[in-house]
């Protein structure tokens, strides 16, 4: 069965500081993964997909077969950077199966 | 433009009692979803609509759940007789196609069994 852990449900860290949130996934096919950011009061939209394999704001994640994870990256996080961030996985590029979610807080 | 739109934003209501959940996608977007968040749940896929064809309602958790998509635009979720654990927030998106594009999130519809 497809699923998606996200291990953290709260992240906190100091404007500045390096952030990781993780992603591990399981899936019998060639996966599809994305990041959606929750931002207070806004709605779930994405952030990115492996495909892209850009940066936005900052971010960047990489598509690790061997380990199953898809892990979220920052340098250097933003106080604007808190939010709700969902891992998730396309099912043969259709319905979406998401994580739990890790709500990042960064502190000034 | 317009994104996804969804109404009511919140809906209480009573065990027992059938709710109805509208969506308007996103113009020209023919692929249509629907997710439930529960609290302390992730987002789980409850159905999708793509065109004309049959709807994949392999995400429904029970058949007093039902939707429909008009016109191959706007989309109802109903949920009869509900219960308690039906409480959560509805989401809605929708993309070009199903596989190829990104998804659009609407604002969501609180959802609360009393």
């Known amino acids: 069965a497809q699923r998606v852990t996200q291990p953290e449900k709260l992240l906190s860290v100091f404007k500045g500081a390096p952030v990781e949130l993780k992603c591990n996934y399981s899936y019998s096919g060639s996966p599809e993964l994305f990041w959606y950011v929750q931002y207070s009061r806004q709605r779930l939209q994405l952030l990115l997909r492996h495909i892209s394999r850009e940066s936005i704001k900052g971010f960047t994640a990489d598509l690790n077969k061997g380990e199953t994870s898809f892990h979220l990256k920052k340098p250097f996080a933003q106080e604007e950077d808190s939010a709700m961030y969902y891992c998730?996985?396309?099912?043969?590029?259709?319905?979406?199966?998401f994580g739990t979610g890790t709500r990042l807080l960064v502190s000034p | 433009g317009a994104g996804v739109s969804q109404s009511p934003s919140n809906k209480v209501t009573e065990k027992g009692k059938d709710v109805e959940l509208r969506c308007d996608p996103i113009s020209g977007h023919t692929a249509l979803y629907w997710y439930r968040q529960s609290l302390g749940q992730g987002l789980e896929f409850l159905i999708y609509f793509q065109g004309n064809s049959a709807p994949d309602k392999s995400g429904l958790p029970s058949d007093r759940f039902s939707a429909e998509r008009t016109g191959g635009s706007v989309s109802t979720l109903t949920i009869q007789r509900t219960q308690q654990e039906d409480s959560a927030v509805y989401l809605c998106?929708?993309?070009?196609?199903?596989?190829?594009?990104?998804?659009?999130f609407g604002p969501g519809t609180r959802l609360t069994v009393l």
């Open positions: 998730a996985l396309s099912q043969g590029f259709q319905k979406l199966v």
């Open positions: 998106a929708s993309s070009r196609r199903v596989g190829t594009d990104t998804q659009y």
